[in-house]
């Protein structure tokens, strides 16, 4: 995904303290609470009714603590490029501790969730992508293979199969994809329970699905432990990610403990299949609300891989990069569905943006379920429209940071590049093999959800070419 990018080292100018603006206020809601209900049942509203009253920077209360919300192109960039010790992710994210484990991700020290982040780098770059791109084509086809030559799926649920296979057997290796059959999957599914919104706030409150998210972390570390010690036993050496990892030191020259392993591994794996999977769904609903653009995306993949349904061309990376109209539709998809409606940070020194500041303590947010339906940023933005991005219109080429579904500035997701692939890899082949319609109304997005997936039911009827 292309944006547009302008380089600027210089933090926000201090503003002068007889000038400081008062944050607006969004009232409504109900004590303590505040606005947690309506976060519930439809955050979009809550968020353009506050936008529409009081602009780019407001404020809320939400369950006991202060938000300020920062939308616009402007906003995004004071915020994402914000250092760690004024806007804290880490003090927000302590709920995906459960599930990571002690020691990776939001729970190690900057300096070393850094350097645990560039193990990911060698995972991929592009020599690894060209492969994954194969890996993917087979797992897509052998999961359509079994649907016979017509049925009815829920799309929600296939897409997850999909990515989540997708994700294992690039990411994590032969042994994890081959484990799914011994109950990994299920175990996966549990984990993914954890990620709730009741779990953001109370992340050990002993819920029926955070006890499922606890048990099923230590039968992973398990799992994935009992397959180190066969490959140190054996001498076998795998080219994947854990292997990396395997051989992987700190700068002090410290290997990881297996512990560490299986966090970054979990990691990597939510990173790498849990947003895709919920906007993959996404492309279809829109797509059969908005059949008039499936010629155009048909006629694109003859071009590319040769007419019928049968694929005598592989799928490659410079194929999936050449699927122009299919991007778009992924991009209209990530700015219309964010599968993360926000992004918050704990302010940790007062953070000052346009004479606002935002004290110590507070809650900073941006919102990309927001700041993509800005009709200042994208005309009539509550239409599908892929072509928006197309030139010579390139809406998204306003500004810097229009679009903040993977994030943005050195916050923005490592694997973005991976997701597109994968995306235009399911959806390539769903399309090239399958005629599809809904069977049921389009859902609305399930905002019960930390990642914002459709509604169920989400059923569409396929018929095999």
């Given at each position: 995904m292309q944006q547009t990018s302008t380089k600027r080292t210089n933090k926000p100018e201090p503003v002068k303290r007889a000038h400081v603006r008062p944050i607006p206020q969004l009232g409504g809601g109900v004590p303590f609470l505040g606005q947690a209900l309506g976060f519930q049942t439809n955050p979009l509203d809550v968020l353009e009714r506050g936008w529409k009253k009081h602009g780019d920077v407001f404020g809320f209360k939400m369950a006991g603590a202060d938000f300020v919300l920062f939308a616009g192109p402007e906003a995004h960039d004071a915020y994402f490029r914000a250092a760690e010790d004024h806007l804290s992710a880490k003090d927000v994210y302590q709920f995906t501790i459960p599930i990571f484990g002690k020691g990776v991700a939001y729970d190690a020290p900057r300096s070393i969730m850094d350097e645990q982040l560039k193990f990911l780098l060698p995972a991929l770059g592009t020599g690894r992508l060209r492969k994954y791109v194969e890996l993917m084509q087979e797992e897509i086809i052998a999961y359509t293979d079994e649907w016979g030559d017509q049925g009815e799926i829920d799309l929600a649920r296939a897409t997850n199969d999909i990515t989540v296979n997708v994700a294992a057997r690039c990411l994590l290796g032969r042994e994890i994809r081959e484990s799914f059959y011994d109950g990994f999957a299920d175990l996966y599914h549990d984990l993914q329970l954890g990620i709730n919104t009741i779990g953001f706030f109370a992340p050990k409150l002993p819920t029926p699905s955070h006890i499922?998210?606890?048990?099923?972390?230590?039968?992973?570390?398990?799992?994935?432990?009992?397959?180190?010690?066969?490959?140190?036993?054996?001498?076998?050496?795998?080219?994947?990610?854990?292997?990396?990892?395997?051989?992987?030191?700190?700068?002090?020259?410290?290997?990881?403990?297996?512990?560490?392993?299986?966090?970054?591994?979990?990691?990597?794996?939510?990173g790498g299949q849990h947003t895709s999977a919920t906007l993959a769904a996404w492309v279809g609903v829109e797509l059969l609300q908005h059949k008039h653009h499936l010629p155009a995306l048909h006629d694109e993949l003859d071009s590319l891989y040769g007419e019928g349904p049968d694929f005598t061309t592989p799928m490659s990376l410079a194929s999936l990069k050449a699927s122009d109209r299919l991007h778009r539709v992924v991009m209209e998809c990530e700015r219309m569905h964010?599968?993360?409606?926000?992004?918050?940070?704990?302010?940790?020194?007062?953070?000052?943006?346009?004479?606002?500041?935002?004290?110590?303590?507070?809650?900073?947010?941006?919102?990309?379920?927001?700041?993509?339906?800005?009709?200042?940023?994208?005309?009539?933005?509550?239409?599908?429209?892929?072509?928006?991005f197309a030139k010579p219109r390139e809406e998204h080429t306003k500004a810097n940071l229009t679009l903040i579904g993977f994030g943005g500035g050195k916050h923005r997701c490592v694997g973005m590049g991976f997701a597109y692939l994968q995306l235009k890899a399911i959806w390539s082949t769903f399309l090239k093999r399958f005629d599809f319609e809904l069977a049921s109304p389009a859902p609305a997005p399930d905002y019960g959800n930390w990642v914002t997936g459709p509604q169920q039911p989400c059923r569409v009827r396929y018929t095999r070419k």
């Open positions: 499922k998210r606890d048990r099923a972390r230590k039968k992973v570390v398990k799992l994935i432990g009992g397959i180190l010690a066969d490959r140190r036993k054996s001498g076998r050496v795998e080219d994947d990610f854990m292997q990396t990892l395997m051989e992987a030191k700190y700068k002090s020259g410290r290997g990881l403990t297996d512990d560490e392993i299986s966090g970054i591994l979990l990691t990597v794996l939510f964010p599968p993360l409606i926000m992004l918050v940070r704990k302010v940790m020194k007062p953070f000052e943006f346009d004479g606002f500041v935002v004290p110590e303590g507070k809650m900073a947010m941006v919102a990309p379920a927001l700041s993509h339906r800005l009709p200042t940023v994208f005309k009539d933005p509550h239409r599908f429209d892929p072509d928006r």
